[in-house]
């Protein structure tokens, strides 16, 4: 079978298409490392603070980082062991950067910008008591999920996606991904030449920057290839210097990581979601991991928006089983 994606020659097939690689078609020579790949910040959801690393350049600095709403624990581990089973039973078919998906929800042209609602029958059934389950916070108690998307992480295919946007002319604000089988991280970064403003560091109690003890502890702390050094570690310790000038440097010289534990979830909204790229890297794939996606519709079609009655005939027709219930089909497990 020859691989597909521009490997050229033999080998086990990819989805991969255009610039994107996976290890599976890239060849021999191992593909250009993606830009920015090594955060220098970690975001601390207990703060809302995008905390500078240690032993990077940035130990000491903070700055505000909205759009993050992050959720421990979200569902148990035999949730997540019968969903994945579920999953499992249903086909996976092969999409890029050397990963796998599901698809739930309306068929889309991105480019042409059309969408298709013939067959257009709702998210799994077991998806339902998740959603309600979400429902329960604030953030997401008007949360009404047309597309779900699942997508298999795997090391050895070299699992990745670029940094990039989800689409905003079909999508709304609110990006909801559950993780499941394994931590990572979410790697955001911004190309805007304009100037991000950073804030000193305090050490609470003492009144001292902590600049310094940064520097001291970079030199004596092991690496971890996986979890960034970082302020957060000690959160309780730390507090934003409001007294002290702000540094300013561009946003594009600065990378967030925003670490995921297995069976957390994450909405990304706001500036998260529209001002910062997200990615996951090869390096942060360790073991599998299956990320579950909700998307809500942009206000185009939404009550008044231009594309309106498209969405009421698809709710509406027989063929939609219920808002966030699928029927099975091809022998499709019902969740």
């Not at 086990?12 to 191992?30: E, F, S, V, Y």
């Amino acid at each position: 079978m020859e691989a597909r994606g521009g490997g050229g020659g033999a080998g086990p097939a990819c989805g991969c298409k255009g610039i994107r690689r996976c290890l599976l078609c890239q060849g021999p020579a191992p593909a250009a490392p993606p830009p920015q790949e090594k955060g220098n910040f970690t975001y601390c959801p207990a703060a809302g603070l995008a905390v500078g690393n240690e032993c990077s350049e940035f130990a000491g600095w903070a700055f505000p980082f909205p759009g993050v709403f992050l959720l421990e624990e979200f569902i148990n581990q035999d949730e997540e062991s019968q969903m994945v089973q579920l999953m499992d039973q249903d086909d996976w078919k092969l999409s890029q950067s050397g990963r796998r998906k599901q698809d739930y929800g309306p068929k889309v042209n991105f480019k042409k910008k059309k969408l298709k609602v013939d067959s257009f029958i709702g998210l799994p059934s077991f998806s339902q008591e998740i959603v309600q389950r979400m429902k329960a916070h604030s953030a997401l108690e008007d949360f009404f999920p047309v597309e779900q998307c699942n997508l298999d992480y795997l090391p050895e295919r070299g699992s990745a996606i670029d940094p990039h946007f989800d689409d905003w002319w079909l999508w709304g604000e609110r990006l909801v991904s559950l993780n499941l089988l394994s931590k990572t991280v979410l790697s955001m970064s911004c190309d805007s030449e304009d100037s991000l403003q950073l804030f000193a560091t305090l050490s609470q109690g003492s009144g001292e920057s902590n600049h310094s003890a940064s520097s001291q502890a970079c030199q004596t702390h092991e690496s971890n290839n996986y979890t960034p050094t970082s302020a957060c570690e000690n959160l309780d310790s730390w507090d934003i210097d409001c007294s002290s000038p702000p540094r300013l440097i561009p946003y594009k010289e600065v990378t967030v990581d925003i670490l995921l534990p297995r069976r957390s979830l994450i909405v990304l909204y706001g500036d998260a979601r529209y001002k910062w790229k997200h990615a996951i890297y090869r390096k942060h794939i360790e073991h599998r991991r299956i990320c579950v996606t909700f998307r809500e519709l942009s206000a185009e079609f939404a009550l008044g928006g231009k594309q309106e009655k498209l969405v009421c005939e698809a709710l509406q027709s027989p063929g939609y089983v219920a808002p966030f219930c699928a029927a099975p089909e091809n022998g499709r497990s019902e969740w």
